[in-house]
Every structure is written in C-alpha cells, then in structure tokens.
C-alpha cells in the first residue's frame, strides 16, 4: 500500500532534516572559534591596555564622566534609526504660482521677501514612512554627505584636541605600518600635513552588499556607515569634550551613541577594541539645499593608545570574526 510506504518514509526524512540542521549548526560553532582564535592575539593586546586604564584612577573617572556625558545626549529611538527619505514642504510660489486659474494668487506670492521663498525651499524634515529602498540613492547621498561630514569632524577636532590619522609613507607595507596621527591644530596649518590625512572613505560597495544581506535581510535603509570619519584623542576626557561639542552643535541630529568604554561592555564582543560611536544626522543649511539632512553618517571616536595597535592586517581579521557572527 502507498501510503504506508510513504508513512514508513516520514520518520527517515524527518532524522535527515535533524542530522542536515545539527550538522550546520556545529559547523557554525566551529567557524566562530576559529574566527575567535585569530583575533585572539590582539584581543589580548587590547584587553592589556584596557586593564591599565581600568587600575589608573584618573582614567576610571574620565571614563564614568563620559559614560555620563553620553548619557545626556543619547536619545536611541530605534523606529528613527534607518535611512529615510526627505519630505519637503511645498513652496507656494510652485504651487500655485505658475496656475493661471489663479492670477491673484500670482500677485499675492509675489510680495513673499526672498527669504521667505527660501525658507520654504529648505523646509525639510525626516519622512519616517518613507524608507530609503535603493542602494545608488544611498551611495549617491553618501558621497554628497562626504566632504560635509569631513568638514563637521574637523570643527570638533578643532574644539577638543582631535587627531587624525595620516597616510603611511612611501615603501611602508600599509598592512603593517604603525599608524601614526596629527592634531588638527597643527594640520590645517600645513599644507604637506594637510595632503598626507587618511580621510575615512565611503564604505565598499561588496562589504556593504555583504553586511545587507548577511545582517539586515536586504533592507537597505539599516546600513548607517557607508558616510564615516574618525577622530583620535590622546585621552578619554578630549573625547567626552568631543562627545559634548557633537550633542550641543546646532546642525547635528544624534540618533544613536554605542560606548564601548562602557566598563559593562565585555571585550569577547567587540573582540578587545574599544570607541565611541555616533550614529547622527548633518542638518546643516547645505546638507538641507541638497536634500541631504536625512542621511545617517558615523562617526568613531578612538583613543590613541588603542588606535596605534590597529593596522590594515588587524581590521581584516576583526572582520572575518564581525563575519562569523553575521555582523
């Protein structure tokens, strides 16, 4: 009869479907200590560094005042977290101008001042039903967002003894090079100085088409670090200067602060490395005349000590192992 048959058949396709999953599941298992164990040597390298600073006074206060500098400017609403598109107020000299059902309309927008007509122009705010769904339109906003962002870190750097890092000279194998780094102050007067920054460049196209599907289901509107720069301090308290200057500035949106000096915050996840990370919105007057202000940037706050032990051969293990946990 068929359908014992089929009946018999039932147990066996169900013990192959389990041994299919458990197989997987320690392949995984064993993809993320391997991963582990190579970042293993430099989580140790961190984690001393981390240590030293957790045994100094001075250091574990500077780190709970930035905790709670944090505390006053982090607004996290998840809902608000994506990347959306721009909703803009209707100019009525567009709409209603240019209809010739409506000559005194045509009169009465006329006596709006110059200025006026520009205000309605720049009217713009976040359109929360409208997710960003298309990858060139990020990239293209990212790109347009680039040179603004690259101006706003150098105002903080500025204002809170902020370093950048400078390229690696000629003959040096990048991927071991000791990084090295330059105050701001001392950059912007110096024009060799001033062509040797390593800005932080627009993410990837393949790491980004890897991170949205690996992590985010291909929804586009969660990738947040395609627009990036960093700025390097010589001691938590500069950074929680920074971090104040960046809640109190006028043309910034924060939407989400991840404080990795956070005492709680253990080393196993974030594989030793420890900064900040802000997550904002540039709402500056041409970020608005481009219709940018709705794009999220990144922005990583790092301690010097920490940043000098991290090369280009470091960040590629670090990213094999964010891989490995589908980050």
Not at 79 to 97: E, T
Not at 170 to 177: C, F, L, M, P, S
Request: some cysteine; glycine content about 6%.
């Amino acid at each position: 009869d068929d359908s014992d048959g089929m009946s018999a058949s039932l147990p066996y396709t169900g013990i192959f479907f389990t041994g299919v999953g458990f197989t997987a599941f320690l392949f995984h298992a064993w993809i993320l200590r391997r991963s582990a164990r190579k970042i293993e040597h430099d989580r140790g390298r961190y984690d001393t560094v981390w240590n030293a600073m957790l045994a100094d006074e001075r250091a574990l206060k500077e780190i709970k005042e930035l905790c709670h500098v944090i505390s006053r400017i982090s607004k996290y609403r998840p809902a608000q977290l994506r990347q959306f598109n721009h909703k803009k107020i209707v100019d009525p000299m567009v709409q209603y101008g240019q209809r010739k059902t409506a000559p005194f309309l045509n009169r009465a927008l006329s006596w709006v001042s110059t200025s006026r007509q520009e205000q309605f122009r720049r009217a713009v705010t976040v359109n929360l039903h409208d997710p960003v769904s298309c990858l060139d339109q990020l990239f293209s906003q990212a790109a347009g967002m680039d040179l603004i962002l690259r101006s706003k870190v150098q105002e903080w750097a500025s204002n809170s003894r902020g370093c950048f890092p400078l390229k690696v000279r000629n003959g040096q194998d990048e991927r071991y090079a000791t990084p090295t780094f330059a105050r701001w102050e001392d950059i912007k007067s110096d024009p060799h100085l001033r062509h040797s920054v390593k800005w932080g460049q627009i993410k990837g196209l393949d790491r980004s088409i890897e991170k949205l599907l690996r992590s985010y289901g291909g929804d586009v509107s969660l990738l947040l670090d395609i627009c990036r720069q960093c700025i390097v301090f010589d001691d938590i308290r500069d950074i929680s200067k920074c971090v104040s200057l960046i809640g109190e500035d006028p043309d910034v949106a924060v939407a989400r602060v991840k404080n990795r000096f956070d005492p709680d915050v253990s080393s196993h996840s974030t594989a030793g490395y420890r900064h900040v990370v802000l997550n904002l919105r540039v709402r500056s007057d041409m970020s608005k005349t481009l219709a940018l202000e709705t794009h999220v940037c990144e922005v990583q706050l790092l301690l010097k000590p920490f940043a000098e032990l991290k090369d280009e051969a470091h960040h590629g293990r670090y990213i094999g192992f964010r891989n490995a946990r589908g980050e």
